[in-house]
């Protein structure tokens, strides 16, 4: 009430008004997720959750459930982390760590495998954003690497749809790829065979007969 021209005895009551605060969401870049105005010593409402590619949300680095000033609260995160596992031909395990996000793996001394000479690895593992398994590649260690007697001739090579094994009839063909998985499988071959390959993959191919393997390009 007023009190410059008194006329009666007055009891004069203060007034207020509440103060107000800017409370700002920000991500862990500093964009803006949410700006609101709060009362004095109320609660500020987070937004949703963020999100951030390989990081996982763990909360906000201040409190905002009691406003007494103006706050700028910020998205906490934690890095994913991903299990490597790195495996010889066989599935044999040659190495296994935790890698960061983003990071890269450490690989294992490079195997070895008899008859064969190691010649890297089947993914990459430079910057890793999910588990991974990495497999050892090999190639025959000669073009032809042969045991036992028999002997059979494949011809062309490279080959693109197809190829002739010459010289092995009544054996069982096999083809396996570069990683020793069978792929093809003849039983009882004629003594000229011609082997269909138009569904294979590009890539080095192992044909073997008996004890004898050949080396085969598939283009």
Not at 10 to 25: E, P
Not at 74 to 97: C, H, P
């Amino acid at each position: 009430i007023a009190f410059y021209n008194v006329t009666t005895a007055l009891t004069v009551t203060a007034q207020y008004t509440i103060n107000t605060y800017s409370v700002r969401f920000e991500d862990w870049d500093g964009s803006e997720l949410k700006t609101e105005s709060v009362n004095h010593g109320s609660s500020a409402t987070a937004p949703a959750d963020p999100t951030r590619v390989g990081y996982t949300f763990t909360g906000w680095d201040i409190a905002f459930d009691n406003v007494t000033t103006a706050l700028t609260v910020t998205a906490q995160y934690t890095i994913n982390t991903y299990s490597v596992r790195f495996e010889d031909w066989d599935g044999s395990e040659l190495k296994t760590e935790t890698v960061n996000h983003g990071s890269s793996a450490t690989a294992p001394a490079n195997p070895t495998r008899v008859g064969y000479t190691f010649t890297g690895w089947d993914v990459a593992f430079d910057n890793v954003t999910t588990a991974l398994t990495v497999t050892a590649q090999y190639d025959i260690a000669n073009n032809v690497f042969e045991e036992g007697s028999r002997h059979f001739a494949i011809y062309p090579n490279p080959a693109t749809t197809y190829f002739t094994v010459d010289g092995a009839g009544g054996n069982t063909l096999s083809i396996f790829n570069r990683a020793g998985i069978l792929v093809k499988q003849i039983t009882n071959i004629h003594e000229l065979q011609r082997v269909d390959v138009d569904g294979l993959p590009t890539g080095i191919y192992m044909v073997k007969v008996g004890l004898v393997v050949r080396r085969v390009v598939i283009h």
